[in-house]
RNA sequence: GACCCCGUAGCUCAGUUGGAUAGAGCAACAGCCUUCUAAGCUGUAGGUCGCGCGUUCGAGUCGCGCCGGGGUCGCCA
């Protein structure tokens, strides 16, 4: 559609001496009455043509050479904008396409060669994974397949560390609640993990070990505790990753990073360029002379790296591993250490733009009305388990894709604990599962399959403003899932699917599929058809089910 | 104190990268099922787009300054 008037509308500038002076842009006008598709050239051109807007809009308009039977009309409104209203048969026309693609409609090839990392969760296995780390998993899974759907040669990546502070932190306070099924008066740590499950793991190694680690060297038992309690919680991370349809390609250690010798490679290199110096001790990053407002420690005084030397060494190695755009999926939590591995990177000689951090904000849950105040070292927090068994892993990830990134998202767990139809999942899944259904009862009552062949349907008699608004619609799939890849903004295509599921409801209510009228029955059957097949794609790159019942 | 995100209908949120008369869901009110799924549809009501300047043909969108909410600022990750 909008390359069709790219094309003339591009052929009437060149004929007017007016190419290249501006942008051509088409939009989608907010309201009917301007047609499907505006340009603002006029006005853009107006300054430099030192004319008034709707004179050169004027001028283009009778330049133009349209096929009256795609563009019925082409007019000058407002202050000089171009409006087009395309032929109703000119929307009708593009299903046999759709009808041929099926699942594969709304791919493309902008992204074809291209390597993606998406790096996801990586939670260090010191716990459950929470809600926040669900609005993540949502979040990345649905990139990474959207960037699959453009094209992209995808790795889904989740990173952790099993050797820092954390872990010890893990293993002392499993130690700790080891000793006391014995000794119900032994001390905990003032900072250990005070959650449940550090207790079902003390209880797991009681019965596997007895109490052979009571009397035993205390580093000795830290060991045994740290990797069973490790094993336990990565076994758990994954397997609710896994009810959400997720699984990652690689899971990269931040250890293999020191043992491969890499985070000494990045010093070295940032003190052949003068970008690391010693004080106090410590090793410093001179992050000031890339335009950071101060230098940061990269190795401590007691000979420890901080995080920023591994996240930086890791950022590289993505580099080095070929990737070409390179996707971060971090909490608000984590914002402050980005521009440090950014400056890291461009000092080693690599292009910061090709990584793309998504941030995505914190989810408030919601009981009663009554936020739900999560803290994980307090016991009191929600986990990402416990919420897929109240609401399901359909809603679960709806949910968390509805709001954009940067919003604070408020999961009301009442609401979607009723299981409704106040739930916006149902809204999409039900249009697809009444589809399904009328398609079922259409070939019992002996229609004909659109499908079997495409081109033998009359699609112009779709022409009824419902029909029309549903085709449309559909149409603008294949745009939708470009722009999520772009704008790497998952939320954008729940918003779509509803607009869509709107429009198909609505075409439903005013019409009657199967009918006697062979063409007419034949041509909806195949707009039905279309319409299943994007409500199907796009809740496959949500990961979102698409029931043909409900 | 510095930096980042947010502020749009009673509530939760969209707003196509600067376009024309700002939208949806929920809640409220009034209607629609003898006919392919009523988990649906139609209508009514609801707004100083936090406030104020500025940029220009044109600002919810861009810039600056305030106000309010959240977050981050460590030789923690």
Not at 385 to 401: H, K, M, P, Q
């Amino acid at each position: 559609m909008k390359r069709y008037l790219e094309e003339r509308v591009g052929a009437a500038l060149e004929r007017l001496g007016y190419a290249g002076m501006a942008e051509l842009a088409f939009e989608a006008p907010k309201q009917e009455a301007h047609g499907d598709l505006t340009t603002n050239i006029a006005l853009l051109l107006a300054k430099a043509a030192g004319k008034n807007p709707r004179v050169v809009a004027k001028e283009i308009v009778d330049s133009l050479d349209m096929n009256p039977a795609s563009v019925t009309k082409t007019e000058v409104a407002g202050p000089g904008f171009i409006n087009f209203t395309f032929s109703p048969a000119f929307f009708a026309r593009k299903l046999e396409g759709i009808l041929r693609e099926g699942a594969s409609y709304g791919r493309s090839t902008v992204g074809r060669g291209v390597k993606a990392m998406v790096e996801y969760v990586s939670a260090n296995p010191t716990g459950p994974l929470s809600v926040g780390h669900g609005r993540q998993a949502a979040i990345g899974d649905t990139l990474a397949n959207v960037l699959q759907w453009t094209g992209h040669e995808v790795t889904r990546e989740y990173y952790y560390n099993n050797a820092g502070r954390q872990m010890r932190v893990l293993a002392q306070s499993t130690y700790a609640r080891y000793r006391q099924l014995f000794d119900p008066a032994s001390a905990f740590p003032e900072d250990g993990y005070q959650g449940e499950y550090i207790q079902q793991i003390a209880l797991l190694l009681k019965s596997e070990l007895g109490d052979s680690l009571v009397g035993i060297e205390e580093e000795k038992a830290l060991a045994v505790c740290k990797e069973r309690a490790e094993q336990v919680l990565f076994d758990a991370i994954k397997s609710v990753l896994l009810r959400m349809g997720i699984r990652h390609d690689v899971f990269y250690n931040e250890d293999s990073l020191y043992s491969s010798k890499k985070i000494n490679e990045v010093v070295d290199e940032f003190r052949s360029k003068g970008l690391a110096y010693d004080k106090d001790g410590a090793v410093w990053f001179k992050a000031t002379d890339l335009g950071l407002d101060q230098d940061r420690v990269i190795i401590k005084s007691t000979g420890e790296p901080t995080y920023r030397l591994p996240d930086i060494a890791y950022h590289r190695e993505k580099f080095l591993r070929g990737f070409e755009l390179v996707v971060d999926v971090f909490g608000a939590d984590h914002i402050a250490t980005i521009p440090d591995v950014l400056a890291g990177i461009k000092a080693l000689g690599f292009d910061p733009d090709k990584v793309k951090v998504v941030i995505h904000q914190f989810v408030t849950l919601m009981r009663n009305g009554e936020q739900v105040k999560m803290s994980k070292r307090l016991a009191n927090f929600v986990t990402l388990d416990e919420l897929i068994d109240e609401v399901g892993s359909d809603a679960v990830r709806y949910f968390f894709l509805m709001r954009s990134n940067g919003t604070h998202l408020e999961f009301d767990l009442s609401l979607a604990t009723e299981h409704s139809d106040k739930n916006p999942v149902y809204y999409v899944q039900y249009a697809h599962a009444r589809i399904a259904s009328m398609l079922r009862f259409a070939m019992s009552e002996g229609a004909i399959d659109p499908a079997t062949d495409p081109s033998a349907v009359v699609y112009d008699v779709l022409q009824s403003p419902a029909e029309i608004a549903l085709m449309k619609q559909i149409l603008q799939f294949p745009e939708l899932v470009e722009g999520t890849a772009k704008s790497l903004e998952p939320h954008r295509v729940p918003t779509y699917l509803h607009e869509l599921a709107t429009a198909f409801h609505r075409f439903y209510h005013d019409h009657r599929v199967v009918v006697p009228e062979k063409d007419i029955s034949t041509a909806r059957l195949a707009l039905c058809a279309c319409t299943k097949t994007v409500l199907a794609n796009g809740l496959a790159i949500l990961g979102v089910s698409a029931p043909d019942r409900m």
